[in-house]
Nanobody, 129 residues
């Protein structure tokens, strides 16, 4: 069973940058879709970005982060990254990475949290002056 752990969160001023990492252990992420989600206090969890398996490499972004966030994967390190630039106070949230069960193939990665089966514990991102 795959285990996911996020890191890289922290406190940053508006306009700053952070790079989140999602490291997997126990199973390869090569052929699985990976999603980044976030949840702010009092709000529902929302999809931020996702990347499909190495076979198709489709990528999706939420409109609110398009042009500012970049998702990427390093299969050799079994790691997926979320590079976040030009951060805004409204980006403040706990960020989670998630993946699907083995054998589930998505041509286009899903941005619906219900499609994902394994989740990391999350990492806090706070954007404030």
């Amino acid at each position: 069973q795959v285990r996911l752990v996020e890191s890289g969160g922290g406190f940053v001023q508006p306009g700053g940058s952070l790079r989140l990492s999602c490291v997997a252990s126990g199973s390869s992420l090569d052929f699985r879709a990976i999603g980044w989600f976030r949840q702010a206090p009092g709000k529902e969890r929302e999809g931020v970005s996702c990347i499909s398996s190495s076979l198709t490499e489709s990528i999706e972004y939420a409109r609110s982060v398009e042009g500012r966030f970049t998702i990427s994967r390093d299969n050799a390190k079994n790691t997926v990254y979320l590079t976040m630039k030009t951060l805004r106070p409204e980006d403040t949230a706990v960020y989670y990475c998630a993946t699907v069960r083995p054998g589930v193939v998505h041509i286009r990665c899903p941005m619906d949290a219900n499609e994902y089966n394994y989740w990391g514990p999350g990492t806090q991102v706070t954007v404030s002056s």
